[in-house]
């Protein structure tokens, strides 16, 4: 089946998600995950196909939909992407490929670098071969195969939606090693996942947060809040200061929005105040993030308009009649935070420095779906 | 779960399972885009590359309506089209579309509403928009808030959306905007006033009483009239019932606020977040326009969610460019801040664009200037050629070298010549190619037919034409507007004012500085400046009490004076009036909703207050019932017959008011000798009909009305005065002992006794100080903030409680808390402090005058009130 505009199954439940999406009317990086992991099942569920090549086929279709809809939520991109692995991986050892599958997830650089790329290869291989269990393409019954295949195939697409619903969990399960008592700890923004890393650690660490306000969103405040409010010692301070109360901090703990492949990370404005100032007094910076962030685009920072400029209003009042007119306002929501900033990785597959992200990127995605 | 998302999308913006609609008028009614929307209506005008109508309906879909109808005149057929061919008509939008093309009679917008009302399409609560919308308001939440509203108050019958912004801000218009009177506490709009740019306006009148009965208004000339209504069902029918109402703000609005008779309501939703503007004129074209490009409607943006489907990069500085490659820009070319280019696109050698939009595949010649140029789809504009602050229709072709100087229209199609020099606010069209097809082209309708005359007028002035537009063109020139030739129009669209609305005009020769400039000062910040709200209160009581204005339902005696004194000769006739209806009606036994419309009306017809209307009523009630001396049962029996056939008349005159109808019963009973006696029974018989309650009598009792105050001494009517009231107090009584078939006995031996009766108003008003303190001690163990409730409900003169009054119960509550015993007599010493530091407080609001003129003297008191309750914490 040719990628034609004949609509996609579940059709209409992709059109509400991307009107969502590009209306802002889902914002967030795991609010926007999890939405697409439940459009992408639908799909998957509604499909027609004799076999894989037909149904990776639809899910890229809804896939570009979605991420042409609003390229500036990375985790759209991302789950459509794990999602394909995923079904990739699942039909592999369904049809019970042998060699190639079984080293599948063991990769380590040497065999990277001897083996090149070897997931064209695998990916390539199976096509010709067939099973008793699943017969692709049959001309009786086209649709066997894919009654045969879903089951397994909505249990990939579970996995997925798993691994969301339990990622602050799994991020915050080490933070008691990296967070020790009496440590002053300095955070920006309100990231559910650092959230619930520091309120992890507070469990069995007395230590205190400083929360820089985040102007101006000021979501700096609900964090501050929602920290307080879990018993952990808490400072609220303008972003202004966070340079001068830099030599007091042991830690910087940021959330990210997205991180690219190359080990940056795109993280709420303010951010990358806060990264350089640990850098001039050497202080370590922590980001912690769910595995579904990372993102296999690496020349984000060239690209002018991946902040996401908001609207000015929280910056200058349009109430401000004659100013308005005669002042250009800029709002940037997010701002990239390059990889030599950044000391550590925490996500829910462990702890990573910045280089080796391209590493995670690859064992999360197939490389053929880095474009959709 | 799959449905999931779709399903609860519908869940939250319309609760209970209805259908949101959405009413767009979609013709402006109005020629101020003339000549680019001559053939094509305005709502196809593109702004930022994406039609006007475009932007309704992603403004409307991002509130999660549903059904919209759109409403469109003039070509109709454009307009359909333009909707069938959209993204919009897909199934997957969720949205339903459907035009409906109204009579060609249409001219304003309460035609329109006319028309809607006679099609029946309006099941339920629904947004009314024009169709040339720029929002990302939540409308969803002004309609959830509309709801809840209606649900306590059924006359709430509409919530105008309007946005803060400053007196002068570029996207608010100055040619036609509006003056708000809010009540800030609950957002209803308690006047409203239009204000035109020219001439300035230097004064507002308002309605007295509004201060009368709202402690708190605010004045406000900040706003930006959204054009965003959410309308309750009866809306269109109001327009239909009153064919007269022609613009909504103007006439519908200022209509249902000033007339006393519908009793309907308005509110205002101030946004907050979020931005919403009307492209009304070419002014506000380019001011929302700069506003899109400037990202104030984020997520509508050109490279986030542009409502035409194009993909735009965002760039440094707000510049936007076509995604797909097809923009082709020289090396040399200059492209400045805030400005969008389209695709396939080319801009050559040296041109310089500066905050300008331009279309899809326009080319931009060497060396050609842009500034705040609007330039639509296929457009070519010269080498060298200037255009500033203009708009440049489609497909024209800008000759080399020409200059368009700020203010020009071009429209559709237009060619200039090479080297032309256009004149400033010049508006350019095509000329028709050939006279039979124009014809055709007529006979499509009115509005067609209209501009054919229009162009014929255009036509035949082309003498010096031929300069100004160079050779091998093929436009014609639009004579200037002068301000002698608009005798007919109305005063928005005189020439002066319409300036004001006008793309590149300055208007700063026009004469708006003067008395305009303080007054709207004054207006603005009547807030914190009560001198200024004291100066319009004082001219709106003058013109009150000058013509006959509509202060009516107002009670106090010194208003009925004044009005007395203004319409005497009004109030004559319509005595005269009300009482051969009335006498019509008693005669041939109307129904009482019929005669109540009669007196409405008559009322409307000469003007007078409620209560004239009210003593009308009840005197003929009172006169019609037959004297039968001697026998008490028929004579009960009689007036109760007439009570009970009338009596509801008198609340359905246009308001209810018992306390009122007692005391002009009173009056009436006593200025007419023999029907004195009367007085008892008809009151007796009103209270049985539920007409009059018992606090009604008691509140009418306590009045210094009731007791004869401001009535000449010794005169008759005074003597009468006493008697009522002594029966009054009589009543009472017998509430009290609670034996009411006593008292219908007794009061028949009405010349009797007036001893008793004038002990028990002594005896009265300790036993209302008991009830009063048992209510300050119960609210007191029930908290302290209750107490802020109780001087209101004790009495009901008291301003309302505010913050400083739970600041002072907060004082005392320590020691409260500490000793039990106490309690009572901190409990009555908080109380009076709280309520007199309520009144010390009140000059800081400007609005209560009452208020202000015994705050000095109780301010002390106040004081000495905190400190008594201070030391008796220290005794404990």
Redesign the interface.
């Given at each position: 089946m040719a990628p034609d505009p004949t609509p996609i199954p579940g059709h209409k439940a992709v059109e509400t998600l991307v009107a969502k999406l590009r209306r802002r009317q889902i914002v967030g990086s795991r609010q926007a995950a999890l939405e697409t992991v439940l459009v992408l099942r639908q799909v998957v569920s509604k499909a027609r196909f004799s076999n894989i090549q037909q149904l990776i086929v639809i899910i890229r279709e809804a896939g570009r939909r979605l991420v042409e809809a609003q390229p500036k939520e990375h985790t759209v991109g991302n789950t459509v992407r794990r999602v394909l692995h995923n079904i990739r991986e699942e039909y592999h050892s369904a049809v019970k490929v042998s060699a190639p599958t079984s080293s599948r997830n063991v990769y380590t650089i040497s065999k990277f670098v001897l083996q090149g790329q070897p997931r064209k290869q695998t990916v390539g291989a199976p096509k010709s071969e067939t099973t008793a269990t699943l017969k692709e393409d049959d001309p009786d019954d086209p649709d066997s195969f894919a009654r045969g295949i879903k089951p397994i195939l909505m249990e990939a697409i579970q996995d997925v939606l798993d691994e969301l619903e339990t990622v602050y969990d799994n991020v915050s399960k080490t933070a008691k090693d990296h967070i020790h008592s009496d440590e002053i700890i300095l955070t920006i923004g309100h990231s559910r996942t650092v959230e619930a890393f520091l309120k992890s650690a507070g469990h069995t660490r007395n230590y205190t947060v400083i929360v820089a306000e985040t102007a101006p969103s000021y979501s700096g405040h609900d964090m501050a809040r929602a920290l307080s409010a879990a018993g952990i010692s808490t400072f609220l301070v303008p972003d202004s200061s966070i340079y001068a109360i830099m030599s007091r901090v042991n830690k910087i703990i940021l959330g990210a929005h997205a991180i690219l492949a190359n080990g940056g990370l795109v993280a709420i404005t303010g951010s990358l105040l806060a990264a350089t100032a640990a850098r001039a007094h050497s202080t370590p910076v922590v980001v912690c993030a769910g595995q579904f962030k990372l993102t296999p685009l690496w020349n984000l920072y060239h690209d002018y308009g991946a902040l996401d400029f908001a609207d000015p209003s929280s910056v200058l009042g349009f109430e401000e009649g004659k100013l308005v007119e005669r002042v250009d306002v800029v709002n940037p929501y997010y701002d990239y935070v390059g990889p030599e900033l950044v000391d550590v990785f925490i996500t829910n597959d462990g702890d990573h420095p910045p280089s080796s992200v391209y590493r995670l990127i690859k064992e999360t995605y197939d490389d053929d779906d880095h474009e959709l | 779960?799959?449905?999931?998302?779709?399903s609860g999308?519908e869940k939250d913006i319309a609760e209970e399972d209805e259908v949101l609609q959405a009413v767009i008028l979609a013709d402006s009614f109005n020629k101020r885009f003339k000549p680019l929307t001559v053939g094509k209506p305005r709502c196809l005008l593109p702004i930022c590359n994406a039609t006007l109508l475009d932007w309704t309906f992603e403004s409307l879909?991002?509130a999660g309506v549903q059904e919209i109808f759109v409403i469109c005149r003039s070509y109709a057929d454009q307009v359909k089209a333009a909707i069938r061919d959209s993204k919009w008509s897909k199934p997957?939008?969720?949205l339903k579309i459907v035009p409906i093309v109204t009579a060609k009679e249409t001219f304003s917008p309460g035609d329109a509403m006319r028309d809607i009302y006679t099609h029946q399409i309006i099941t339920s609560d629904f947004v009314l928009v024009t169709g040339d919308l720029v929002s990302n308001v939540r409308i969803d939440e002004v309609v959830r808030v509309h709801k809840e509203r209606r649900r306590t108050n059924k006359d709430a019958i509409m919530t105008m959306v309007v946005?803060?912004?400053?007196?002068?801000?570029?996207t608010?218009s100055r040619g036609e905007s509006g003056v708000y009177v809010l009540d800030p506490n609950t957002h209803e709009c308690l006047h409203y006033e239009p204000v035109v740019g020219y001439p300035a306006t230097s004064r507002v009148t308002m309605p007295r009483e509004i201060l009368a009965e709202h402690p708190e208004v605010e004045v406000r000339y900040?706003f930006i009239d959204c054009s965003i209504d959410v309308c309750s069902v009866e809306v269109p029918s109001l327009f239909q019932d009153n064919f007269d109402y022609g613009d909504i703000r103007r006439d519908f609005v200022y209509g249902v606020l000033t007339s006393d008779l519908l009793m309907k309501s308005v509110h205002c939703y101030v946004v907050k977040?979020g931005?919403a503007a009307r492209v009304a004129d070419t002014r506000s074209y380019d001011a929302v326009s700069?506003d899109i490009l400037?990202?104030?409607?984020?997520?509508l943006v050109p490279?986030?969610?542009h409502p035409g489907g194009h993909q735009y990069?965002?760039?440094?500085?707000?510049k936007y460019i076509a995604k797909d490659n097809s923009v082709s820009l020289s090396r040399t070319c200059k492209i400045g801040?805030?400005t969008l280019i389209g695709s396939h696109t080319t801009i050559s050698a040296n041109a310089s664009v500066h905050a300008s939009v331009i279309g899809q595949r326009c080319t931009i010649g060497p060396g050609a200037i842009l500034r705040d140029a609007y330039i639509f789809d296929d457009t070519h504009v010269g080498a060298g050629a200037v255009v500033e602050g203009s708009i440049v229709g489609a497909r024209v072709t800008l000759g080399d070298g020409c200059r368009v100087p700020r203010g020009c229209l071009i429209a559709d199609s237009v060619a200039i010549g090479a080297n032309a020099k256009l004149r400033k606010f010049e508006r350019v069209s095509k000329k028709r190619e050939a006279r039979p097809q124009a014809a055709g082209d007529g006979s499509d309708g009115d509005d067609e037919e209209d501009s054919d005359s229009e162009l014929e007028e255009v036509e035949a002035n082309q003498e010096d034409a031929a300069q100004i537009i160079g050779r091998d063109s093929n436009a014609l020139v639009w004579p200037h507007p002068s301000p002698d030739d608009d005798e007919e129009l109305d005063e928005r669209e005189s020439f002066y004012n319409q300036r004001l609305m006008r793309i590149g005009d300055t208007a700063s020769d026009l004469e708006l500085s003067d008395g305009g400039s303080t007054t709207s000062a004054s207006e603005t910040e009547t807030e914190s400046d009560f001198s200024g709200m004291h100066g319009l209160s004082r001219t709106s009581s003058a013109t009150s009490a000058s013509g006959p204005l509509s202060s009516a339902v107002d009670p106090s005696a010194e208003t009925s004076a004044i009005h007395t004194l203004s319409s005497a000769a009004a109030e004559t006739e319509f005595r005269s009036e009300v009482a051969q209806s009335l006498e019509r009606a008693f005669a041939e036994g109307h129904s009482v909703d019929n005669a109540a419309v009669e007196l409405k009306t008559l009322r409307m017809a000469s003007n007078v207050p409620l209560r004239r209307v009210r003593e009308a009523v009840v005197g003929a009630i009172v006169d019609r019932v037959p004297l039968v001396p001697g026998d008490a049962a028929a004579q009960r029996a009689e007036i109760a017959k007439i009570v009970r056939r009338w009596g509801p008349l008198v609340d359905k005159i246009g308001g209810v008011d018992p306390v009122e109808t007692v005391e002009v019963l009173q009056y009436h009973c006593a200025a007419a000798g023999p029907r004195l006696p009367l007085f008892a029974q008809v009151l007796a018989q009103l209270y049985q009909q539920d007409l009059v309650e018992e606090e009604d009598i008691r509140a009418w009792h306590a009045s210094p009305a009731a007791r004869g105050e401001g009535v000449k001494p010794g005169s008759a009517l005074l003597e009468g005065l006493k008697k009522c009231w002594a029966i009054g107090a009589k009543m009472i009584e017998q509430f009290e002992s609670e034996e009411e078939e006593e008292s219908e006995e007794e009061s028949e031996e009405e010349s009797a006794d007036e001893k008793p009766a004038r002990e028990a108003p002594a005896a009265k008003p300790p036993a209302k100080e008991d009830e009063s303190e048992s209510e300050e001690e119960s609210d007191e163990e029930s908290g302290s903030e209750e107490s802020e409730d109780a001087p209101a409900t004790a009495k009901p003169t008291a301003p309302k409680a505010a913050a400083v009054s739970s600041s002072s119960s907060q004082t005392s509550k320590p020691a409260q808390t500490e000793s039990e015993d106490s309690e009572t007599d901190e409990g009555s010493d908080e109380f009076v402090s709280g309520e007199e530091e309520v009144s010390a407080e009140a000059p800081a609001k400007p609005t209560t005058p009452a208020a202000t003129v015994s705050s000095a003297p109780s301010a002390a008191p106040a004081k000495a009130a905190a400190e008594s309750s201070d030391e008796s914490e220290e005794d404990e």
């Open positions: - | 779960m799959p449905p999931k998302s779709s999308n879909a991002l997957s939008t969720g946005k803060e912004s400053g007196a002068t801000h570029r608010r900040d977040d931005y700069k400037s990202r104030w409607t984020f997520p490279d986030d969610n990069e965002h760039l440094r500085g707000n801040n805030n």
